[in-house]
C-alpha cells in the first residue's frame, strides 16, 4: 500500500506530483483490501459431483464476493497465476479508465506471475460484478468472475439481500469444462457460446437461505458468456424490479426477468414469506435454479438504497452529440465486405482467414476501432442500428446510459443501463452525459461475437 510518506518520497526524488495517478493520492483512504490471485483449481458444482477444473479467482466458484459501501475507496491486489495474461475488468464501476481492466486499451495484460494492483473509489451503490477481460470468452466461460455489492452509506448488513450470480457452464460428460468447443467459429458467427449446466453462486440447484420474515432483494447477475436467461419465481410471484444495472430505477413489477449476458437486475419482495424457488425458463422448459430456506425470524427494515434515485435523470437530446454505429455481419447477415486492418475484403476472408465476423460502420471492430472523439462533459446519443440476425447485449464501459428498453413487459421504459439487449432489427438510442474522462469500450457483451469484432473505443477528454 502506497503511504502519504511514500509519495512525499518520491516527490523529493524529483517526481513532480502532477505526474502520479490521482488515484494514488487515495491510497491512504483505502477502505476495502483485498488480495485476489487467479489460478486453475478445482471445484464441486454439487455435493458428491465429481470435482470439475476450472480457472478460478482464489479457489473458488464464484470468485469472493467483493462487498463494499459507495464512498470507499477499493484496492484490489491481483496475481497472475494462469499461464496466460489476464486482468479484471470492474463491470459497471463508473471507474478511472487506468483501473477499468481492458488489456491493450487502458493496462498492459498481467503476465503469469505478475500483479497488478486495483485501486478505485466507489461512486455508486449498486450491483456490479468483476471478471477476466483477456479472451474473455475463455476465461470467463472457465470460471474468472465474481460479484462485487456496494451498499449505500449507512446500510446496515441486511440478512434478505441475497446475491443470485447465475452462469450456464458448456460441461462433458466427464463434468469438466468443454475445451474441444471453446473457439468454435460456428459460436463466434451465430448465437455465441451456450452452456448446458446451470449454476447459481457457482452451484447446482443450491439452497440459499433467506429470514423468515420482512422483505428480500435479489440481486440477479449473469455471468453468462452468451445466453439470454430468462427466470421467474414459484406460483408466479410477481417481481418489483427496483434497479437494473446497478442503477436504481423507477419501481414496476414483472412476472420473468429476462437477463443478458453481464446484466443485472435487482427484485424486491416485500415479503419473502412465500418464496421457495426460482426458476430458469429460457428454454421452453422449467428448470430449477435455486430453492430458499428460512432461518432466523430476522426481521429487517428496507434497505434505504430500495428509494434511491437514479445516478443522473435523463439528459435532454437537444443538442447532443449524435454518433451513428451500424452494426452488422455473423451468419445470415446482409455485411458482404469490411475494412480489416485498413483494407477492405469479402466478409468470407475475413471469417475464414482472421476469424472475424461483425462490424461497425463497415469496419471490423478491434480496441484500434475509434467510434467517436467527444469533449468531456458532452451529452452524447448513440444511434445504435442492429443490422444483424442476432441478439446482441451492448456494452459500454465508464458510464451508464439512458435507453428506452423494449426488454421487459409492459412496454417500453425508460431505464439507466450499462448492458442493452437489442434484437434483430432494433434501433435503440443511447444517450449519456459524458463526464468521464478516457478510451471507453462498446462492445456486444456476447463474448464470442467480441471476440469476432463487434467493439470499438469511444475516446472522451
Ligand atoms: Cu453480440
Request: glycine letters at 10%; hydrophobic letters at 40%; proline letters at 5%.
Amino acid at each position: 500500500m502506497i503511504s502519504r510518506r511514500t509519495v512525499l518520497t518520491a516527490t523529493t526524488a524529483g517526481l513532480a506530483l502532477s505526474q502520479f495517478p490521482k488515484v494514488l493520492f487515495a491510497s491512504q483512504d483505502v477502505a476495502k483490501s483485498y488480495r485476489i490471485g487467479a489460478a486453475e483449481g478445482e471445484h464441486s458444482f454439487y455435493e458428491g459431483a465429481k470435482p470439475s477444473k476450472l480457472w478460478l479467482y482464489n479457489g473458488s466458484a464464484p470468485g469472493p464476493a467483493i462487498f463494499a459501501t459507495k464512498g470507499e475507496i477499493l484496492e484490489v491486489i491481483f496475481v497472475n497465476h494462469l499461464d496466460e495474461p489476464t486482468t479484471i475488468h470492474w463491470h459497471g464501476i463508473r471507474n478511472i479508465n487506468a483501473m477499468d481492466g481492458v488489456p491493450g486499451l487502458t493496462q498492459d495484460a498481467v503476465e503469469p506471475g505478475d500483479s497488478f494492483t486495483y485501486r478505485f473509489p466507489l461512486r455508486d451503490a449498486g450491483t456490479f460484478w468483476y471478471h477476466a477481460h483477456n479472451k474473455a470468452w475463455e476465461q470467463v466461460s472457465r470460471g474468472l468472475y465474481g460479484p462485487l455489492i456496494v451498499k449505500e452509506e449507512g446500510s446496515q448488513s441486511e440478512k434478505g439481500d441475497i446475491v443470485l450470480l447465475v452462469d450456464d457452464w458448456l460441461l462433458d460428460e466427464e463434468e469438466q469444462i468443454h475445451t474441444a468447443s471453446l473457439g468454435s467459429l460456428h459460436d463466434w458467427s451465430h448465437g455465441g457460446r451456450h452452456g448446458n449446466f446451470l449454476t447459481v453462486n457457482g452451484r447446482s440447484q443450491p439452497k440459499i437461505e433467506i429470514p423468515a420474515e420482512g422483505p428480500v432483494r435479489l440481486r440477479f447477475i449473469s455471468a453468462a458468456n452468451a445466453r439470454i436467461m430468462r427466470f421467474s419465481l414459484n406460483d408466479g410471484l410477481l417481481m418489483r424490479v427496483v434497479a437494473v444495472d446497478g442503477a436504481p430505477c423507477e419501481p414496476f413489477d414483472i412476472d420473468e426477468v429476462a437477463l443478458a449476458p453481464a446484466q443485472r437486475v435487482d427484485i424486491l419482495l416485500e415479503s419473502g414469506a412465500t418464496l421457495q424457488s426460482v426458476w430458469e425458463i429460457s428454454t421452453g422448459e422449467r428448470v430449477m435454479a435455486a430453492s430458499f430456506e428460512r432461518r432466523n425470524a430476522l426481521s429487517s427494515g428496507l434497505p434505504p438504497s430500495l428509494r434511491a434515485m437514479p445516478w443522473y435523470e435523463k439528459p435532454n437530446p437537444a443538442g447532443a452529440r449524435q454518433v451513428d454505429i451500424h452494426m452488422q455481419g455473423g451468419a445470415m447477415g446482409n455485411l458482404m465486405s469490411a475494412e480489416f486492418d485498413g483494407t477492405t475484403r469479402t466478409l468470407q476472408d475475413i471469417a475464414r482467414n482472421e476469424k472475424k465476423l461483425w462490424a461497425f460502420n463497415g469496419k471490423i471492430g478491434s480496441y484500434a476501432l475509434d467510434i467517436a472523439d467527444v469533449k468531456l462533459g458532452d451529452v452524447v446519443q448513440l444511434n445504435v442500428w442492429n443490422d444483424t440476425r442476432w441478439r446482441h447485449a451492448m456494452h459500454l464501459h465508464g458510464q451508464h446510459f439512458w435507453v428506452s428498453s423494449q426488454e421487459f413487459e409492459g412496454g417500453a421504459r425508460d431505464l439507466l443501463r450499462d448492458t442493452y439487449l437489442m434484437q434483430p432489427g432494433e434501433r435503440a438510442e443511447f444517450l449519456f452525459v459524458a463526464d468521464n474522462p478516457g478510451d471507453w469500450l462498446f462492445h456486444c457483451h456476447m463474448l464470442e461475437h467480441h471476440a469476432a469484432g463487434m467493439g470499438g473505443v469511444i475516446s472522451i477528454s
